[in-house]
């Protein structure tokens, strides 16, 4: 079963979720995994394809564009998602799309990334509770929350 995971850019951070998504792509890479971060805006394709060019100071984040690239030589694509190949060797989906990815549950993990913006707050919301009703296992990451007493 998919384990997903929200990381949520708190308030106090300046964080926002397309940077957290490629933080998390590139911990996902670096652990050995294969990421696929999905949306349906392609400004936001462009937009993280940016991101991940500069994302490391000192080291290439190496990435593609979905039916574009030679997924082969691209351990992390970004695109839709809607391509007929199941990407079967991909293992992490990265989600930036508003709705649920239809093709979630081929994937071991999935993380959906949330700023602070109210509509983006809203319908990260409606995907909890989709994810919750069915049983899947969630986790609550709060990026740039000051630490909690004890």
Not at 72 to 98: F, H, K, M, R, T
Not at 106 to 119: I, N, T, Y
Request: some cysteine; aromatic content about 10%; overall charge neutral.
């Amino acid at each position: 079963m998919t384990r997903v995971d929200f990381y949520v850019a708190e308030s106090a951070s300046r964080l926002d979720r397309y940077q957290v998504a490629c933080r998390v792509a590139h911990k996902a890479w670096q652990a050995g995994h294969r990421v696929l971060l999905h949306t349906t805006v392609s400004d936001e394709v462009n937009h993280l394809d940016r991101l991940l060019w500069i994302a490391q100071d000192i080291s290439f984040i190496p990435h593609g564009l979905l039916g574009q690239a030679d997924p082969a030589q691209n351990p992390i694509l970004i695109g839709d998602g809607n391509l007929s190949d199941p990407l079967a060797e991909y293992d992490v989906l990265i989600n930036l799309a508003a709705a649920v990815p239809l093709f979630f549950s081929r994937f071991a993990r999935l993380a959906e990334c949330v700023d602070q913006d109210p509509q983006i707050k809203q319908d990260s919301r409606e995907r909890y509770r989709f994810y919750r009703d069915r049983g899947y296992p969630l986790q609550m990451h709060h990026l740039g929350a000051p630490p909690r007493a004890r």
